[in-house]
């Protein structure tokens, strides 16, 4: 069975630090580029940072975490990290790792909340 478990959400402060783990199981892990997503309420999912599947570079999706977060990934753990820094009360949302093989996500975590407060 394919998985990916998202974990380390939670409340924090502004201006405080979170980092997110997404462990994976059930496929060849370090074939798959690996991807965070977040989703605020009300607003439409956008990508956050991708990693890619041999850790030779990163890429961020949102200009906006830009030197406050940082991706990656320990092949021998099956498990992607998303360090977050600087936290900001706008960096409040469902956060999602998924798995892609080529340009398509084949697989998606059920997401952690994360929430900052102000």
């Known amino acids: 069975e394919v998985q990916l478990v998202e974990s380390g959400g939670g409340l924090v402060q502004a201006g405080g630090s979170v980092r997110l783990s997404c462990a994976a199981s059930g496929f060849k892990f370090d074939d798959h580029a690996i991807a965070w997503f977040r989703q605020a309420p009300g607003k439409e999912r956008e990508g956050v940072l991708c990693?890619?599947?041999?850790?030779?570079?990163?890429?961020y999706s949102s200009d906006s975490v830009k030197g406050r977060f940082a991706i990656s990934r320990d092949n021998a753990k099956n498990t992607v990290y998303l360090q977050m820094n600087s936290l900001k009360p706008e960096d409040t949302a469902v956060y999602y790792c998924?798995?892609?093989?080529?340009?398509?996500?084949?697989?998606w975590g059920q997401g952690t909340q994360v929430t900052v407060s102000s």
């Open positions: 998924a798995a892609a093989r080529g340009s398509l996500y084949d697989y």
């Open positions: 990693i890619s599947s041999n850790d030779d570079g990163s890429q």
